[in-house]
């Protein structure tokens, strides 16, 4: 999570994670309020990676350590086409 994390920051976008039918778990770059083809795709992650995942955050503000850096960010829900999705905002 910190590299996605990381580049959200480098870049200025939200990291968005689509989870689809069948399991697969897609993670994006860009600005959520736009159209999924804007985004930039950065690849996939397993069912259990993203799971954990959202066990270890909660809807709105975060704050993780990992190996010894600080993160602060927001996750929420959004709808993206016909999926939902969740983002996380840096702070």
């Given at each position: ?33 736009l159209l ?11 069912e259990p ?23 602060r960010f ?18």
């Amino acid at each position: 999570m910190s590299e996605y994390l990381e580049l959200a920051l480098d870049k200025g976008g939200s990291l968005i994670l689509v989870r689809t039918p069948g399991g697969k778990n897609e993670v994006y770059l860009g600005d959520p309020a736009l159209l999924p083809e804007d985004w930039t795709h950065l690849g996939a992650i397993a069912e259990p990676v993203a799971r954990a995942i959202l066990d270890g955050t909660r809807s709105g503000l975060n704050e993780l350590t990992i190996q010894a850096q600080n993160y602060r960010f927001v996750r929420l829900f959004a709808q993206a086409a016909d999926v939902g999705a969740i983002v996380f905002v840096t702070a």
